[in-house]
Nanobody, 115 residues
Framework: QVQLVESGGGLVQAGGSLRLSCAASGSIFIIIAMSWHRQAPGKQRDLVATITRGGSTNYADSVKGRFTISRDNAKNTVYLQMNSLKPEDTAVYYC?????????WGQGTQVTVSS
């Protein structure tokens, strides 16, 4: 089993910043990629950013230039630095880990951006 624990969500004013963290533990072997997703009320869950084991990154167009994904392979932890936050960034943010056999998901952390 693999457990993912997210932290760092909260309430912030528009233009502010937050940093999310997600630590993976348990039966971890080879992590292919770590990602952040988000789901706003009444909407589907969307991919926000991905980082591979080698460090390659990919971002949704809506967050490019504002969000930065990074990872600490030694700690099996992925981060999402979110700057210049907008009200439309309000959502539950989930991290996920892709391993050779399965994908694992965290429980989610709420990010609320007030205008």
């Amino acid at each position: 089993q693999v457990q993912l624990v997210e932290s760092g969500g909260g309430l912030v004013q528009a233009g502010g910043s937050l940093r999310l963290s997600c630590a993976a533990s348990g039966s971890i072997f080879i992590i292919i990629a770590m990602s952040w997703h988000r789901q706003a009320p009444g909407k589907q869950r969307d991919l926000v950013a991905t980082i591979t084991r080698g460090g390659s990154t990919n971002y949704a167009d809506s967050v490019k230039g504002r969000f930065t994904i990074s990872r600490d392979n030694a700690k099996n932890t992925v981060y999402l630095q979110m700057n210049s936050l907008k009200p439309e960034d309000t959502a539950v943010y989930y991290c996920s880990v892709r391993m050779l056999s399965s994908d694992y998901w965290g429980q989610g952390t709420q990010v609320t951006v007030s205008s």
